[in-house]
């Protein structure tokens, strides 16, 4: 495709805006968009991402949280700055008037930087609502913008061990002392080489005998008897509790002149008493 001037031209820019009519169509603009920029208070802006993200999935992953679910959030920021946007491989296209394409690449290069478009959103629209009182217009809208604080979550996990620094000191450390010290500060270095073979072998069977009886202690475990539980002696029955023989012998003879459901000998008397005196008042 090539652009050139014709003897009726008498805008000498429209070259430059055929040239971007072009470069929008190149990058899957639709023409009804794209004849737009031939206007005069319309422009283009196309914004390079694809550099932004070195991780391909991060890339990805942020290009996708800038259109949003079913390209709500894109459709969101081209009711507030009045822009046409659309996002294709590695590259934004945005038509619209000068300061909506501002807002766009903002938006744009925030998102790539893993600022969630939703916070850029949320100040246009306060922005959008300031913009109608007059009032307000000369002032610093400063204090009505939200302020988002940016949360760094490290997922690094902390390493087992963490090495302390020491503290530093001019002086360097003192210099560890060699073999030939030790034995001189102990007085091997002076014995005979038959001692010193002596004193290894003396050495090694200490160590041997040590180890055996260790050995032979953890086997005699097995045949040490428990402690046994000490047996416990019943207790004597206290006076409290002992039983009456002598009164209980007195309820058994009791109960054996009464009869269940009978009289006793001293009351039937009173009673056939009681029916003789009543047949006599009869008579």
């Not at 031939?38 to 992953?61: H, M, P, T, W, Y």
């Not at 893993?114 to 204090?143: G, V």
């Not at 475990?221 to 539980?229: G, L, N, Q, V």
Request: hydrophobic residues 35%; contains cysteine; proline residues 5%.
């Amino acid at each position: 495709m090539t652009v050139c001037t014709t003897k009726k031209t008498f805008d000498p820019y429209i070259i430059i805006r055929a040239r971007d009519l072009i470069k929008l169509l190149a990058r899957s603009v639709s023409f009804e968009q794209a004849v737009r920029i031939l206007q005069d208070d319309i422009a283009c802006d196309i914004i390079k991402i694809g550099s932004l993200v070195r991780n391909k999935e991060r890339f990805v992953k942020r290009r996708q949280r800038l259109i949003g679910p079913k390209g709500s959030t894109l459709k969101a920021l081209e009711l507030l700055t009045n822009c046409y946007i659309m996002v294709q491989g590695n590259t934004v296209s945005a038509i619209g008037p000068f300061n909506g394409l501002k807002e766009v690449r903002k938006v744009v290069l925030d998102t790539m930087k893993n600022i969630h478009p939703i916070y850029n959103i949320k100040t246009l629209m306060i922005k959008r609502e300031l913009a109608k009182d007059s009032e307000l217009r000369s002032q610093s809208w400063e204090r009505f913008l939200p302020h988002f604080k940016h949360k760094n979550v490290n997922k690094r996990k902390e390493p087992k061990k963490k090495t302390v620094k020491k503290e530093y000191t001019p002086f360097p450390p003192p210099q560890p002392e060699s073999q030939i010290d030790k034995e001189l500060a102990s007085g091997e270095y002076f014995l005979k080489a038959s001692q010193k073979k002596r004193q290894k072998m003396e050495a090694i069977k200490a160590k041997q005998a040590e180890a055996l009886s260790k050995r032979q202690e953890e086997r005699n475990k097995a045949f040490i008897p428990p402690k046994e539980k000490s047996v416990v002696k019943p207790k004597e029955a206290s006076t409290d509790t002992k039983i009456d023989v002598a009164a209980i012998k007195e309820k058994v003879k009791k109960a054996k002149n009464k009869k269940l459901g009978a009289l006793t000998t001293e009351e039937v008397k009173l009673k056939m008493e009681a029916d003789e005196k009543k047949k006599k008042k009869k008579k």
